[in-house]
């Protein structure tokens, strides 16, 4: 079994935003950079932060230039911002782009050079500056990850980077933040989750302790997709939702993420595809294609799922799967890459480099069934069938 990496301290449930100053006194910091984006700002969806800190008269500043699949050049201004304050601490505030952002700009503010330096197969051991992670979408589980994307501008590669330094000290997880996220998110963020818990489950890297918070994601983030969806107000489905992606976020981190994932990342990178839209386009493709390598642990997230009993063969648990993953996109309403407006002739002359870049980022690797650079571009070409 792998070590296990995770946060000092996590409080979780709704509410739980209140307890960010007993955070900061346990880990002796006094004076916060608050790293978000425009949107937690602009639809005030930060007050009840802003509040608890108000509250306890603690000292804050906001940083709120981060974007969406954060880039090279997206970063450089918030760590400029530390090198030149006092901060001795960052709160991530908002969904998986901010706590990314926050986490590069942690590493490099503190050991300095480019986020190219740190990327996978380099891994990151040293200390960087404390974060809290308080994610406002279920989602990326980055609150609890040793990992984060970012997109190098040059050559549109959405670089993974790796190590303790990369995981938060102290992660606030309250689902009650997330009332306000819109039903497209709500989808994309879910299934983000999903697929690292199927992925973490699955994957060549997989053991006792990550199988156990994976079983337990997919068994709290399937039957609550659709309730949340459909109602955004709806107070278990969300808190569910929460608490899988949490525990799906320790899994891959512990664990790996696979193929989904490989290739998920350069249709981001090339077309702008929010991540998990891009990992729902992709899950019943590449899971089709994945079986063979794991049929029996496949079976098992049919179950866990609950699309499967387990008087269900092997097989029929995996027919069951792939029909529900085709199924779940329809209800969620998930684009095709030509609905999405990305022009086919475009989406096949990038796919030699798609494919190049998937397979660099090391994600493929713990797929049960590797592709090689030949398979990959016929299941890229396959999701236009």
Request: net charge neutral.
């Amino acid at each position: 079994m792998s070590d296990i990496i995770l946060p000092k301290f996590m409080n979780i449930g709704g509410g739980k935003i209140s307890s960010i100053a007993d955070i900061l006194q346990k880990i002796n910091c006094k004076y916060p950079l608050i790293i978000t984006d425009k949107t937690m700002v602009k639809l005030n969806i930060i007050e009840p932060l802003e509040k608890a800190l108000t509250k306890m008269q603690i000292r804050y500043e906001i940083f709120d230039d981060t974007v969406p699949e954060p880039t090279a050049k997206s970063i450089e201004n918030g760590v400029n911002t530390i090198k030149n304050g006092s901060y001795d601490c960052i709160i991530a505030f908002g969904g998986g782009s901010p706590i990314d952002s926050a986490k590069a700009i942690s590493v490099l503010a503190t050991k300095g050079g480019l986020i190219e330096d740190y990327k996978f197969p380099f891994i990151n051991l040293e200390n960087a500056m404390p974060i809290i992670a308080i994610p406002t979408t279920a989602g990326t589980g980055s609150e609890v990850t040793k990992f984060t994307i970012i997109t190098n501008e040059k050559n549109d590669e959405k670089m993974l980077c790796v190590g303790p330094a990369f995981m938060p000290t102290a992660a606030i997880v309250d689902y009650e933040l997330t009332y306000s996220v819109p039903k497209r998110t709500t989808a994309d963020t879910a299934v983000d989750s999903l697929t690292h818990a199927i992925e973490a489950y699955v994957s060549k890297k997989s053991n006792l302790f990550s199988d156990t918070q994976a079983i337990s994601a997919m068994q709290l983030i399937a039957p609550n997709i659709r309730k949340a969806y459909n109602n955004g107000k709806d107070k278990e489905a969300r808190e569910k939702l929460m608490t899988g992606a949490t525990l799906a976020g320790i899994a891959f981190s512990n664990s790996s993420v696979a193929l989904v994932h490989g290739m998920s990342r350069p249709i981001g990178a090339f077309f702008h595809v929010p991540h998990g839209l891009s990992n729902a386009m992709l899950l019943p493709t590449v899971t089709e294609f994945s079986i063979p390598g794991a049929p029996e642990r496949y079976s098992q997230c049919a179950k866990a799922i609950g699309i499967a009993s387990f008087k269900d063969s092997i097989e029929l648990s995996n027919i069951k799967l792939i029909s529900e993953l085709k199924q779940l996109n329809l209800d969620l309403e998930v684009p095709s890459l030509a609905e999405f407006g990305i022009k086919k002739e475009v989406f096949i002359e990038n796919i030699d480099t798609m494919a190049t870049q998937a397979l660099a980022s090391g994600s493929p690797s713990n797929n049960p069934l590797v592709p090689n650079h030949k398979e990959l571009v016929l299941l890229y070409k396959k999701l236009w069938n």
